[in-house]
């Protein structure tokens, strides 16, 4: 796989200081799945080839050094609108990888950054609760902000169109997009699939979506299973009445859509809990939702 570095003018936009492998544990993308997630359901993967696209493994200045990320885009010189790819839990796999391949296929300049570079490697768990507890767990929402900004400045440096911006993220990833909607005042819409609403805050995680569900800067489209056993349907009702009584235009705009008897991860292809006439749709309104909405 290459690697690739581009040499546009970053110190205005992420300022890069040296890295050491002490502060960035992932220095590179691996392939395959998570010890986690394995085995792999090969009956449903989908795999989406890379012909016409330029494709492969990336470095992302940040304020401490660099992080690799997948990027996936048209080939040739484009003006691509961008979309920011967050991960789940198990990082920037297989299955994320082709989600950007996916969305560069559409016409996009999609990026998923290894979020947990400096705190460890999710390949190398084989049991979900210590994936969580030991790594998970230390990643700071305010570091995630920060290193998507870094991602947003590595694609306007290169010509993306950063004034159509969308992000997109699944479970972990799902939770990260809301908050981002409420970070970066430039991101035009987003998409979260199965996100967490609510939950106890910490020093790391201090904020929840539910609290920012008035706050928003882009409007969001939440996809939801009613059988997933890990968000309670209750809290998505929460979420779904605290952006109808938002005042502010994103959040109004905001919308949830919850799939009868579908588990969480039900876009998760590589997984069992795979549910293709959900994920299909949820994809379907994924698209119509970023070209209502400028991205």
Same mark, same amino acid.
């Given at each position: 796989?290459?690697?690739?570095?581009?040499?546009?003018?970053?110190?205005?936009?992420?300022?890069?200081?040296?890295?050491?492998?002490?502060?960035?544990?992932?220095?590179?993308? &691996?392939?395959?799945?998570?010890?986690?997630?394995?085995?792999?359901?090969? *009956?449903?993967?989908?795999?989406?080839?890379?012909? =016409?696209?330029? @494709?492969?493994?990336?470095?992302?200045?940040?304020?401490?050094?660099?992080?690799?990320?997948?990027?996936?885009?048209?080939? &040739?010189?484009?003006?691509?609108?961008?979309?920011?790819?967050?991960?789940?839990?198990?990082?920037?796999?297989? $299955?994320?990888?082709?989600?950007?391949?996916?969305?560069?296929?559409?016409?996009?300049?999609?990026?998923?950054?290894?979020?947990?570079?400096?705190?460890?490697?999710?390949? *190398? $768990?084989?049991?979900?609760?210590?994936?969580?507890?030991?790594?998970?767990? /230390?990643?700071?929402?305010? *570091? #995630?902000?920060?290193?998507?900004?870094?991602?947003?400045?590595?694609? /306007?440096?290169?010509?993306?169109?950063?004034?159509?911006?969308?992000?997109?993220?699944?479970?972990? &990833? &799902?939770?990260?997009?809301?908050?981002?909607?409420?970070?970066?005042?430039?991101?035009?819409?987003? #998409?979260?699939?199965? =996100?967490?609403? #609510?939950? *106890?805050?910490?020093?790391?995680?201090?904020?929840?979506?539910?609290?920012?569900?008035?706050?928003?800067?882009?409007?969001?489209? =939440?996809?939801?299973?009613?059988?997933?056993?890990?968000?309670?349907?209750?809290?998505?009702?929460?979420?779904?009445?605290?952006?109808?009584?938002?005042?502010?235009?994103?959040?109004?705009?905001?919308?949830?859509?919850?799939?009868?008897?579908?588990?969480?991860?039900?876009?998760?292809?590589?997984?069992?809990?795979?549910?293709?006439?959900?994920?299909?749709?949820?994809?379907?309104?994924?698209? @119509?939702?970023?070209?209502?909405?400028?991205?």
């Amino acid at each position: 796989m290459s690697v690739e570095t581009d040499p546009g003018d970053f110190d205005s936009l992420v300022p890069a200081l040296p890295c050491s492998r002490r502060q960035f544990i992932v220095s590179a993308l &691996g392939a395959g799945f998570a010890l986690a997630v394995q085995p792999v359901a090969a *009956q449903t993967l989908i795999r989406t080839d890379s012909a =016409g696209l330029t @494709a492969g493994e990336i470095k992302v200045p940040t304020a401490d050094g660099e992080i690799p990320a997948y990027r996936a885009e048209p080939a &040739g010189n484009g003006n691509w609108p961008v979309v920011l790819v967050v991960q789940e839990i198990f990082g920037v796999h297989d $299955y994320i990888q082709d989600v950007c391949r996916r969305l560069a296929k559409l016409g996009y300049l999609a990026i998923a950054p290894e979020l947990y570079a400096r705190q460890g490697d999710p390949r *190398q $768990y084989a049991d979900v609760q210590e994936l969580l507890g030991k790594l998970v767990s /230390k990643v700071p929402d305010a *570091q #995630v902000m920060t290193d998507l900004d870094a991602c947003v400045a590595w694609a /306007k440096a290169r010509g993306g169109n950063v004034d159509r911006l969308g992000i997109t993220g699944f479970c972990w &990833g &799902g939770r990260i997009t809301w908050l981002y909607a409420a970070h970066n005042l430039q991101l035009k819409a987003g #998409v979260a699939w199965y =996100g967490r609403l #609510v939950g *106890q805050p910490g020093e790391l995680t201090p904020t929840n979506p539910l609290d920012l569900a008035g706050k928003l800067h882009a409007p969001v489209l =939440g996809l939801y299973g009613a059988a997933d056993q890990s968000i309670p349907l209750a809290s998505v009702e929460q979420m779904h009445k605290a952006l109808a009584a938002a005042t502010n235009p994103a959040s109004k705009a905001s919308t949830i859509r919850v799939y009868e008897q579908a588990p969480h991860a039900f876009h998760a292809d590589y997984r069992p809990s795979y549910r293709k006439e959900a994920a299909e749709d949820g994809w379907r309104r994924l698209q @119509a939702w970023f070209t209502q909405h400028g991205v």
